[in-house]
């Protein structure tokens, strides 16, 4: 079992920053996928950015050269570094991990475990 508690959202304005962190529990940390999805009210939940065991990452459109996804497994964490965010950036946001043997991708059904989410408003 995995386990995943995120933090660090908040409330910030058009053009701000903020860093997400998720903290992972159980084994072999490294060697998962670990990805973020968020989901604005009255939307379908989407992809955002996905990091891999192998640390190649991949990016939803809407948030390349904003976002960066980062992991530190020693920490058993991985990040999110949200900059120039927008008030469409307003979502709940979630940490998802996903042991699939070739790497996870931007579909949430490659993620068998998922993290109660955290609230990020941008305000204009």
């Known amino acids: 079992q995995v386990q995943l508690v995120e933090s660090g959202g908040g409330l910030v304005q058009a053009g701000g920053s903020l860093r997400l962190s998720c903290a992972a529990s159980g084994r072999t940390f490294s060697s998962y996928s670990m990805g973020w999805f968020r989901q604005a009210p009255g939307k379908e939940r989407e992809f955002v950015a996905v990091?891999?065991?192998?640390?190649?990452?991949v990016y939803a459109d809407s948030v390349k050269g904003r976002f960066t996804i980062s992991r530190d497994n020693a920490k058993m964490s991985v990040y999110l570094q949200m900059n120039s965010l927008k008030p469409e950036d307003t979502a709940v946001y979630y940490c998802?991990?996903?042991?699939?043997?070739?790497?996870?991708?931007?579909?949430?059904?490659?993620?068998?475990?998922w993290g109660q989410g955290t609230q990020v408003t941008v305000s204009s």
């Open positions: 990091i891999r065991g192998s640390g190649n990452t």
């Open positions: 998802a991990a996903s042991s699939r043997t070739y790497g996870a991708g931007p579909s949430a059904w490659h993620y068998e475990y």
